[in-house]
Every structure is written in C-alpha cells, then in structure tokens.
C-alpha cells in the first residue's frame, strides 16, 4: 500500500497533521507553555513549531491560545 495513494497526503503530513492538533488542544485545554508543547509534540526548536503553526493556523500558538482558550492564565 502506497500512503499517499491510499490517503491523499504524504505520511509526513498527516504525522504534522496530528502533532498539531495535539498542540492546538494542549492550548486550549493547558496553561502549558509553548516551549513545552513544542518538546511534547515533537519539536526541538520551538521557533519551528510556532513557524509552523503560524502558517496553517494564520495566527501565532500564543493567538491561538487566547482566542479559544477558557482556561483562566
């Protein structure tokens, strides 16, 4: 079986696609700092992770965060 045939994405996206929507979640449902939502998902760096999220989300983690977040900081 070939993923992209089979998905319509490359398996590195969808593994991007998931570490992302782990992050979004742990900004909305955590007071954990991005750094360390970068670490958990699999980031090194987390300016990467915030590059990245930048340009699919349109907003930076941190936006994000405040816009959906019900979690008083």
């Known amino acids: 079986m070939r ?5 319509g994405e ?5 593994v ?3 570490r992302l929507q ?5 900004l909305v449902n955590t007071n954990t700092t991005i750094a360390d939502i970068s670490s958990i998902i ?3 760096n987390p300016e ?7 340009k699919i ?10 816009k959906h977040n019900c979690i008083e900081e």
């Open 10 to 14: 490359s398996f590195s996206s969808f």
């Open 48 to 54: 990467s992770f915030i590059r990245l999220f930048e």
């Open 3 to 7: 993923w992209k045939e089979e998905t």
């Open 22 to 26: 782990h992050a979004e979640s742990l």
């Open 57 to 66: 989300y349109n907003m930076s983690p941190s936006k994000y965060r405040k």
């Open 42 to 44: 699999g980031y090194e």
């Open 16 to 18: 991007r696609n998931i």
